[in-house]
């Protein structure tokens, strides 16, 4: 089992997005997927579950006593418009999350509590995506603790590289290596946006090969599908964005070699 977290402090960048669409592209494929929603805001939860908001147990529960609450009891099938999505399950979260995490400030090992939960469950599943709120916060650390891959995603706007390094950073600082494994990918491309292409392509050189030849491009099918709870593959499955997604799919399995 290897875990991959999409992870960028920078809010709205389409990371939630990648979740959803990633996991379902790789279910799709056959592999065993897990996506545990770590964002308090809830909304890979609201899209995956068909619009639930409240669990028998959640991993807002796990983080507040794993003893009581192990991650197992908190996974359930994940869903698109009701219908279970075969190979692919959630572990939701619910709002109370950010204050449970802030109690848990004093335990012992508290940025380790993902990564021994995720033991337990390492033959279940082949691939575990960990969908990271927009900030640094322990539930973040917890996500970088656990993580064999650091999948980063830019959008198409001219602030969207401010914060890379600060998080580049962050990753080496909790993981205790200069060499990171992660890469970055562009979110929300948009071919024709010829200014701004030049822009970031330019100031992601720097970066080199870690920065993927995939892009996901900008399409209006991608929001439609999430207010209806549904992935762009259940949605639109014709939508030549699913292509994007699979050759994300293709790119992440060859660095986790899963
Ligand atoms: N490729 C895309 N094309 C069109 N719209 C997109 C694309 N990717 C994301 N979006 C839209 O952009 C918005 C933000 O995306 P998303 O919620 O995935 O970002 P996020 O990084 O998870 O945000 P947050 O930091 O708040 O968790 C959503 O409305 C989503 O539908
Ligand atoms: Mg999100």
Do not use: W
Request: net charge negative; hydrophobic share 40%.
């Amino acid at each position: 089992m290897k875990t991959l977290a999409v992870i960028n402090q920078k809010g709205g960048v389409g990371k939630t997005t990648t979740v959803i669409n990633l996991s379902a592209q790789l279910a799709s494929e056959g592999k065993r997927v897990l996506v545990i929603d770590l964002d308090p805001q809830a909304n890979l939860t609201v899209v995956m579950t068909g619009g639930q908001f409240e669990f028998e147990t959640s991993i807002t529960d796990v983080f507040e006593s794993a003893k009581k609450h192990p991650i197992l009891s908190a996974i359930i099938p994940a869903q698109s418009q009701g219908v279970p999505i075969p190979n692919l399950c959630i572990c939701p979260t619910d709002i109370r999350l950010s204050r449970v995490i802030e109690q848990s400030l004093t335990k012992i090992h508290r940025e380790r509590i993902l990564m021994k939960q995720l033991e337990s469950c390492s033959s279940d599943f082949d691939i575990v995506i960990l969908d990271c709120p927009p900030n640094l916060s322990l539930t973040s650390i917890n996500a970088m603790m656990a993580a064999d891959l650091f999948l980063i995603p830019v959008d198409g706007g001219s602030f969207s590289l401010n914060g890379l390094a600060d998080l580049l950073d962050a990753l080496e600082e909790v993981k205790e290596t200069d060499d990171v494994n992660y890469a970055v990918f562009r979110n929300e491309y948009a071919k024709a946006n010829k200014l701004i292409n030049n822009f970031l392509d330019e100031q992601l050189k720097g970066l080199g090969d870690k920065v993927l030849k995939s892009t996901i491009r900008r399409s209006e099918a991608i929001g439609q599908a999430s207010v209806s709870s549904q992935t762009l593959l259940s949605y639109q499955p014709k939508s030549s964005t699913n292509d994007d997604y699979r050759s994300l799919a293709e790119e992440v399995c060859k660095l986790i070699n899963v």
